[in-house]
């Protein structure tokens, strides 16, 4: 079973074809990166896929589940989460309880189980461990007890990857995740996407601009440019694609 399939997604706004039969096949545990020029309908595709918007005709299916017509929330339930999806940080927690608020099983959310303190403890402590765990693994455990509002952007950038874990996310959207960051510091974002992708077996579909830094990362690219997947497969062969170096140079 293909872990996640697009099939012949179509879009139009007003009486324009946006999106025009999109069509991709993704496996688990790779980082997948979206590329084209602007307007080329990437930030669309997303939208739909995260069930932000609906598609005019086609098919999602994620881990075996049809998720088409699906809202925001029972896609993000489905353990397909957009990063931005996740709720802004509370700027007057600190990380840690940033971590802990995000959790997928945190019962103590539950005014039903809250009067079972005992229970409560026992998650406490486990939610607060795995919270650590994943704190460690994005590289934010220095910065536990800083409260949000003093990270500094790319921090926050793996602020937010860091709660789309602890909201037990199987595949992970990010659109420009190292937008305005710094090389190093994008460097760095970008190795912990990788590490976590191994590691964790997490898919992540990205789309990014900054191909520059980016393109090391990916294990397959889709280049879309006028609502079509122009080309596919791994960077080096797309970056070479006549229809890419085309849609690029506007040639
Ligand atoms: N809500 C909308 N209403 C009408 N047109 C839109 C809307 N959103 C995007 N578009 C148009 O769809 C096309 C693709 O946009 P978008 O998906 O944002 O591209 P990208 O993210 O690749 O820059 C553009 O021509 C844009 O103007
Ligand atoms: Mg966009």
Redo the contacts with the bound molecule.
Sequence with gaps: MVFFTVNNII?H??G?A??NGINMEIDKGKIYQLI????????????IISGM?KPDDGKIIFDGKDITYKSLYDTFNTGLVRTWQIPQPFVNLTTLENFVISSGNNSGESFLLAPLKSKWKKDEKKITDHALHIMEMVGLINQKDTLSQNLSGGQQKLLELGRAMMSDAKMILM?EPIAGVNPTLAHEIFEKISSICKRQKITFLI?EHRLDIALQYADYIFA?NG?KIIAKGNPDDVMKHPNVIESYLGV
């Design positions: 879009k706004f007003g324009n946006v999106l084209g020029p602007n307007g080329s309908g990437k930030t669309t595709l997303i939208n918007l659109d789309i879309l609502g």
